[in-house]
């Protein structure tokens, strides 16, 4: 029940993307990973993913899943590019549905785009169990940044994407198409319940200031305990409040556009054109 956990912090995007293994069988999963991506000159750059796959095979890993906590907004996902070096299959909450709708409205997506999750290889219910390797694990619907976040739960580690940052740092904003700050609220909740010495694994951190280093790794006790947003003694009312108050302040995140246009395909591109190239779109006023 305590799976090992060999975390990539990607400074450009300050995501940290996790692989969760069985010690035992050497059976691995890969989370919220990141392809970076240069919006100026439209490349994208796998050195991030490079990292994880030197790493799996250094270590004699088998992947058998690729997450996504949820739609990210801030990065590109590597997901595909994973699987085509290492197998394993994709997988992500089965709300995904309505952001591949939301979105593919947003960026009039291409006839053949498929609005049902189809681009992944599983779908997972709300409290659905699998196994990493012998480890127990499910995943639990925490929506609320958006309507599709999940929180992956392998033995006693949690993968909360989105939802919660550092306790100094807080939680997640609920500004997105579909994002609602009383949703959040409710979902943290369920994350709260989890046994207090579960190890929560963040997506990202920001450096709060006054702390030096970056940070990932926190437990449901001490954000219970100190988050600066959402600790115990907090009502929901104030929580939802505080949040949107917030979030009328925050700008999009610098690489939404392309981020959200490949990620719900799955990490993969848009489908290329009559010469070739794959394109992505800037919607006008859209957001």
Same mark, same amino acid.
Request: hydrophobic fraction near 40%.
């Given at each position: 029940? *305590?799976?090992? &956990?060999?975390?990539? /912090?990607?400074?450009? =995007? ?9 010690? !035992? ?5 890969? #989370?919220?990973?990141? @392809? ?8 994208? !750059? ?8 030197? *790493?799996?095979? !250094? ?22 590019? @994973? ?8 997988? #992500? ?5 309505? #952001?591949?709708?939301?979105?593919? +409205?947003? /960026? ?42 999940? =929180? #992956? ?10 939802? @919660?940052? %550092?306790?100094? *740092?807080? =939680? ?9 700050? $009383? ?8 994350? /709260? ?12 951190? *920001? +450096? ?11 437990? &449901? ?17 104030? /929580?939802?409040? %505080? ?5 009328? !302040?925050?700008? %999009? ?6 981020? &959200?246009?490949?990620?719900? $395909?799955?990490?993969? %591109? ?9 394109? @992505? +779109? ?6």
């Amino acid at each position: 029940m *305590y799976p090992s &956990v060999q975390t990539f /912090f990607d400074e450009k =995007t300050f995501t940290a993307s996790h692989v969760a293994f069985d010690q !035992n069988t050497k059976k691995c999963a890969i #989370i919220d990973s990141v @392809l970076d991506y240069d919006a100026a000159s439209g490349r994208t !750059n796998p050195a991030a993913a490079d990292a994880i796959i030197e *790493y799996i095979k !250094n270590n004699n890993l088998t992947v058998e899943w690729i997450f996504e906590t949820h739609v990210h907004a801030d990065h590109l996902s590597a997901a595909a590019y @994973l699987q085509n070096k290492l197998g394993g299959k994709t997988a #992500i909450g089965d709300q995904v549905s309505i #952001i591949q709708d939301t979105f593919g +409205k947003i /960026f009039n997506a291409e006839s053949s785009f498929k609005r049902d999750g189809s681009q992944f290889d599983k779908l997972f219910a709300d409290g659905e169990a699998f196994k990493i390797g012998d480890i127990e694990a499910k995943f639990i619907h925490t929506p609320g940044h958006t309507p599709a976040c999940s =929180t #992956i739960v392998i033995g006693d580690a949690a993968f909360v994407g989105d939802t @919660l940052f %550092m306790p100094d *740092y807080g =939680t997640a904003r609920c500004d997105f198409p579909g994002g609602d700050a $009383r949703t959040l609220f409710r979902s943290i909740q369920k994350i /709260f319940a989890l046994p207090g010495e579960t190890r929560l694994f963040m997506c990202h951190d *920001y +450096k709060a200031p006054g702390r030096d280093e970056f940070a990932w790794e926190t437990s &449901v006790a001490e954000q219970r305990a100190k988050n600066i947003h959402i600790h115990d003694d907090i009502s929901e009312d104030d /929580f939802v409040a %505080m949040r949107e108050g917030r979030d009328k !302040n925050l700008s %999009m995140p610098k690489l939404i556009l392309p981020s &959200v246009q490949v990620n719900m $395909r799955a990490g993969a %591109m848009p489908p290329p054109e009559e010469n070739g190239i794959s394109y @992505l +779109k800037t919607p006008i006023n859209a957001l």
